[in-house]
């Protein structure tokens, strides 16, 4: 189990809260907001009413031993820079900063922020992706190279063929790292692994690669 400290109970922050403790994990919520921080009393491990501006507010809580700190502060975007700072000079971890401008993007990159969202963007392109190519169910950026997707195996070519006969990686620039078969059983992505019509692979590559190998498969 580890700890958590989320700013801010906007639907980004709220969202996170809820996935984080339904993971298991400890989370402290702060928000200047009484009505949310009433909301969240039950769900998050501990809540407070409190500025985060303040940095008095982030020393009492300790912010540089929680193992990961969101900063989901919406509209107010010096509000949201100014947390940010204070956060990182106080020793923060893995410091992740929901964003609204190309501006206040800009402003976090540069004093530290570990990871910058932009939830709006992210759910549009994610929207495109499933538009553009419906045989991809899901897309994961693992850096600014490589992605990560669930594909369905929908040509009778490979239907029975092993992955090594297949030739995913010459062929095709993409490696399966695991396979859920249409049975519902799963397995690790080996050479030797048989793949059917139906079933789920597990790809990683470029996002070009990924998508043109998604209208073949």
Known sequence: MKSFCVIGLGRFGSSVVKSLVKNGHEVVAIDTDAKKI?????IATHVMIADATDE?????VEIDKFDGVVVGIGRNVQASILT???VIEAGAKN??????????????????A?????????????????????????????????????????????????????????DHHVNVAF?????????????????????VLYVVGTKDDIEKFSEII
């Open 114 to 170: 570990d990871k910058i969202i932009q939830p709006e963007k992210d759910a549009g392109n994610r929207v495109a992706d499933n538009l553009a190519h419906p045989d991809i169910s899901e897309y994961l950026d693992l850096s600014d190279d490589y992605s990560f997707a669930k594909i369905v195996v929908r040509n009778i070519k490979f239907n029975g063929l092993t992955l090594f006969q297949a030739n995913l990686t010459q």
């Open 84 to 86: 940010t700072m204070i």
């Open 38 to 42: 009433d909301e969240y009393k039950d």
């Open 95 to 112: 410091v992740v900063v929901k964003a609204t401008t190309d501006v206040q993007i800009k402003v976090l990159t540069k004093i530290g």
């Open 56 to 60: 008095r507010v982030l020393k009492n």
């Open 179 to 199: 396979v859920k078969k249409a049975d519902g059983t799963a397995t690790i992505g080996k050479h030797n692994t048989k793949i059917g019509l139906g079933d």
